[in-house]
């Protein structure tokens, strides 16, 4: 009798019934979410259980990555009204079910020539703005969010990158071009390296071994009479616009995400990195940016430049820059608290290769420019 009754109270366990997940701690949970971090993916994890539901939101590291620009006057006011009426979460669920839209040229219209309107597009590029696409019901059988849309439920945000799917310049093929841009409300440096072209002959020409030796750091006076200054200036141009234009874009996520640390806003091309941390988003939500009146970007303060230039640049393992240049960016009126004792924030812009390009460009002459607000 008695041992009928210890069956009854301690049945053996179902194996196959017990979820191994309910045995995980939430905090085990979000540091495999935050590993994830790709926002799409995140939301696919939301539709799994009412747990993963409740734990996504407090994600810390999120990644996304951006498929097109689409106009402002797209998104109507009754698709806003439609998204209030719908539970937490819902702009991230209904990228789940979607294919990702087709990159295209972000941002393109800022800085390239002039092209003839789409059918589907009547607005002006000034009034552009980053999307992530999803396939829903709607005429034409693609619905786009912003990042703001779909960042708006994360609660505990601290890391942020934001990737786009091409750099926004328009450059030839083997031509190198490559930026890094820090803001606060406005710039607060930023550096350009570029090259003609790069390549890595099988055999060292000796033209390259000895121009390196001969130009004594000066730049030669072809450099002046062969377009090659003008090049230099459109690019550090071309290279500031799209820079100011990312930063404008920012603001109203900074504004909704008071937790950020750190957010970073690349492209999938490497071409350029906006950079803010803590302190330089604070500075943002405390003082806003002047926006520039020609269009939706940030206003570019007045600036002095210093230029480097090599007509041939050998790097490690026989990569080779012609016509490498590098350019140093800073306001004019910066505060000297900002501004470094040395150039260690120039030679260190860059990853590798790139990183000893710039080292060793800052040892060659150093030339200075000015530029005004625009």
Not at 71 to 88: F, M
Request: charged share 20%.
């Amino acid at each position: 009798m008695s041992s009928q009754r210890a069956d009854r109270i301690l049945p053996e366990p179902d194996a196959s019934q017990i979820d191994h997940f309910d045995r995980l701690p939430d905090s085990l949970l979000l540091l495999v979410f935050n590993k994830i971090g790709d926002v799409k993916a995140l939301g696919r994890c939301c539709v799994v259980s009412r747990r993963f539901h409740s734990l996504v939101p407090q994600v810390e590291n999120v990644v996304v990555r951006v498929d097109c620009v689409i106009s402002d006057d797209d998104s109507s006011a009754a698709a806003a009204a439609s998204d209030k009426s719908r539970g937490p979460f819902w702009n991230l669920l209904r990228l789940v079910f979607g294919g990702i839209v087709k990159p295209i040229q972000t941002l393109g219209q800022f800085l390239g020539p002039k092209r003839p309107s789409s059918s589907s597009s009547g607005s002006s590029p000034t009034a552009s703005s980053l999307a992530v696409g999803s396939d829903e019901e709607s005429e034409g059988g693609v619905t786009h969010h912003s990042p703001t849309q779909v960042l708006k439920n994360f609660n505990e945000i601290r890391v942020l990158r934001i990737e786009l799917p091409s750099g926004e310049l328009g450059i030839e093929e083997g031509v190198l071009l490559k930026w890094r841009a820090d803001f606060g409300s406005t710039l607060d440096n930023c550096v350009i390296l570029g090259a003609s072209s790069v390549f890595q002959p099988k055999e060292m020409s000796e033209t390259s071994s000895c121009s390196a030796n001969d130009d004594n750091g000066s730049i030669p006076d072809s450099f002046y009479t062969n377009g090659g200054l003008k090049l230099r200036v459109v690019w550090t141009i071309s290279s500031l616009i799209a820079a100011s234009a990312r930063h404008y874009l920012l603001q109203p996520i900074i504004s909704e995400h008071a937790t950020m640390d750190n957010l970073v806003l690349t492209d999938a091309d490497g071409q350029g990195v906006l950079y803010m941390n803590r302190e330089q988003l604070e500075e943002l939500r405390v003082k806003p940016l002047s926006a520039s009146s020609a269009s939706k970007r940030t206003l570019v303060p007045a600036l002095n430049m210093r230029l480097w230039y090599a007509p041939h640049l050998e790097l490690p393992h026989g990569v080779v820059l012609k016509g490498a240049t590098l350019v140093a960016i800073r306001p004019s009126e910066q505060s000297p608290k900002k501004e470094p004792s040395d150039l260690s924030w120039v030679s260190t812009a860059f990853e590798e290769p790139y990183r000893t390009a710039a080292t060793m460009l800052v040892k060659r002459r150093t030339y200075c420019l000015e530029m005004n607000s625009f």
